[in-house]
């Protein structure tokens, strides 16, 4: 059985990658992933704002000034909240690059071009094999268009891919007004990798408080299905490697998303809840359900339920719609 998979224009043993988490942060854990079979591993990510304090002549000065302007200093989170100063995350590469055989993807992640994009090139000195732009920014601003909230984004996707000579995956939101369209543009910038989706963390609120609850609620499989819709739409129109992220807890999740079209999936909610040995399990289960089915080898799955072939993928998702609320019944004895 051939669970190998190309993937950023690397060889992958299989399609199962760890995602940013603090989990890359042990190297305890990270051998651990290794020996359960993890493919690839993603750091957590280094934010714009980290790079930025780092440029500055002095965080003290960066306090100083933080309140005097809209882009109000307080709203970050303190140095000592952070996991690792940029510095330290260099060092993390190397580290971690040490200690395993599999590639290692550094994680970038901001919402504007600027120099901090420089530090692409540090990262891949300091041994990365790959990078990921995680581009984490919810649009607020009234007048901001979606066209200047995308060019953005390619703006930053075109300064990474000058900075490193490794490849480039860039992990978005769905929250796009056309998101076939502005794959198809990463695609012609260059980015070797798509990843869907990022998880925006919603809020809640504490009305006795009058607060905001910053809540982090892991993943779970019901999650899958948005993933699922756009990798067979994306599949075979795109040249980039798809990736799907959010909502692979089993090995079902996973085989779905190479059916639909994923190249690889990561995980990091599963890992999180049942341990590094859930990939050992995970990978068992794709191999034995494989087997059952006549199936030699994940690249011959990839894509066999994307709509490649659809003539029309609008109306066919707009059909399926249609039947899905035409079909449901109201419950006996309602």
């Known amino acids: 059985m051939d669970l190998s998979t190309p993937w950023l224009g690397l060889r992958l043993k299989n399609p199962l990658v760890v995602g940013a988490s603090p989990m890359a942060d042990d190297l305890g854990t990270v051998r651990r992933l290794e020996d359960a079979g993890a493919a690839a591993l993603v750091l957590h990510s280094l934010f714009e704002e980290q790079i930025v304090r780092e440029q500055v002549s002095s965080f003290r000065l960066f306090e ?25 995350y260099l060092e993390l590469i190397r580290k971690v690059k040490s200690a395993v055989a599999v590639p290692v993807v550094a994680s970038l992640n901001g919402t504007t071009e600027g120099g901090w994009l420089q530090y692409a090139r540090l990262m891949e000195e300091a041994g990365a094999d790959a990078l990921e732009l995680n581009v984490y920014a919810l649009a607020t ?12 984004t390619l703006a930053m996707v075109r300064a990474v891919r000058e900075a490193a000579g490794v490849p480039v995956a860039v992990k978005l939101s769905s929250f796009y007004t056309s998101f076939a369209c502005f794959a198809r543009q990463l695609d012609r910038e260059g980015a070797q990798g798509i990843v869907l989706f990022n998880r925006f963390y919603q809020p809640d609120l504490d009305i006795e408080t009058l607060d905001v609850q910053r809540t982090l609620r892991l993943s779970d499989s019901s999650e899958l299905p948005l993933r699922l819709r756009w990798l067979a739409i994306l599949s075979g129109k795109v040249q980039a490697s798809l990736l799907a992220t959010g909502g692979i807890h089993t090995a079902l999740d996973a085989l779905k998303a190479v059916m639909a079209g994923a190249h690889a999936v990561q995980m990091v909610s599963a890992l999180l809840k ?10 068992g289960d794709m191999a034995h359900w494989m087997a059952d089915h006549g199936y030699d080898s994940i690249e011959s799955m990839c894509g066999t339920l994307s709509l490649a072939r659809c003539p029309d993928p609008a109306a066919y998702e707009r059909g399926n719609y249609m039947q899905m609320l035409q079909s449901w019944k109201m419950p006996a004895g309602w």
């Open 274 to 283: 049942h341990g590094p040995d859930h990939l050992r399990l995970v990978l």
């Open 141 to 152: 601003d009234l007048w901001e268009s979606a066209e200047a909230v995308e060019r953005r």
């Open 64 to 88: 100083a000034h933080g309140n005097s302007s809209a882009e109000a200093g307080s709203y970050l989170p303190p140095a000592d909240d952070l996991r690792f100063g940029p510095d330290e």
